[in-house]
């Protein structure tokens, strides 16, 4: 079959949702299906990434909301455009690869945007990967990955014969945490005390918590005459690799990594991870690890606040 993913990544958006989203169509792909991707321009998206994993992708054109813009929903600006506006875009697209599944994974998108694609291609079905449960869908499948969720959470939002798939046993995780699980858990029932930090906040961490946490460490390690093997992981869209970089040096045993393809293994190997409470989250519960979490925008809590 053919799939069409709508997806961003951005400085805003983060890099979340793009990338389970390529969990996703890896496995589709390697089921012999077809799978596009449509992204908007924004600063920080991942096309050329999603060009790596070799997928076809098509981007649209980057633009700003007008200061005078109604939001729709509470992630509007997401989109850098109206609701409207964004499907009309994507709509010559779409025209022309007559897919017969729409994935959806984008906070400013909602029934409106789906019921036009439905009119455009009456013979589209549609899934929907959403965290928050604020907002109308018209959708065949709505996908909620988040611990804790249950169906009311959706009463109301979908209609009766959307097909419901929540919790943490829908989890988009890649194979390689199914291959480092057990050789993870294993390893635990012997550490006693933390000696390994694994710091991940995000794909962009826009605000550069990443600093603030070397920093309490480097004081907290200094004032307990103590010493970590920390490890740092970023994305290459993140904004401020160079002064995270610039400090991770002058600190000992601390390294950082740029777009780690070998996640599930570092994690595996930390005793305690220190990192947002998003989609990444999953991934360190998949492996046991202990975490601290942060929560760095406001569509985390939900996430933070289950766990």
Excluded at 9 to 37: E, P, Y
Excluded at 196 to 219: C, E, P
Aim: hydrophobic share 45%; with cysteine; proline share 2%.
């Amino acid at each position: 079959m053919k799939f069409v993913i709508r997806a961003d990544a951005s400085l805003q958006i983060g890099s979340g949702h793009a990338m389970r989203c390529l969990t996703f169509a890896n496995v589709l792909a390697k089921n012999g299906h077809d799978i596009t991707f449509i992204c908007r321009e924004h600063d920080g998206h991942l096309a050329d990434f999603i060009g790596q994993e070799g997928f076809d992708s098509h981007l649209l054109a980057k633009s700003n909301f007008a200061k005078n813009f109604e939001k729709s929903h509470a992630h509007s600006e997401w989109l850098g455009v109206s609701e409207h506006d964004d499907f009309a875009a994507c709509e010559p697209l779409l025209t022309d690869l007559q897919p017969d599944w729409l994935i959806i994974d984008h906070y400013a998108i909602g029934k409106d945007w789906e019921q036009q694609a439905k009119r455009l291609l009456p013979n589209v079905k549609i899934l929907v990967i959403d965290d928050l449960a604020d907002r109308e869908h018209d959708c065949e499948m709505l996908l909620d990955q988040n611990f804790g969720r249950v169906m009311n959470d959706y009463q109301g939002l979908v209609s009766e014969n959307c097909r419901l798939l929540l919790g943490t046993r829908y989890s988009l995780l890649r194979q390689e945490f199914a291959e480092w699980r057990q050789f993870s858990l294993s390893r635990r029932h012997n550490i006693t005390a933390p000696k390994s930090i694994l710091i991940n906040l995000g794909g962009v961490d826009k605000d550069n918590v990443t600093l603030k946490v070397l920093q309490a460490l480097q004081a907290y390690m200094l004032q307990q005459d103590i010493t970590f093997a920390i490890t740092v992981v970023m994305g290459k869209t993140a904004p401020h690799i160079a002064s995270v970089q610039a400090f991770a040096n002058q600190m000992p045993n601390c390294q950082v990594i740029i777009n780690a393809n070998n996640m599930a293994e570092l994690m595996a190997n930390a005793d305690i991870a220190i990192g947002a409470s998003g989609s990444t989250t999953w991934e360190r519960c998949c492996l046991g690890l202990p975490m601290v979490l942060l929560v760095l925008a406001d569509n985390q809590k939900v996430i933070a606040k289950a766990l």
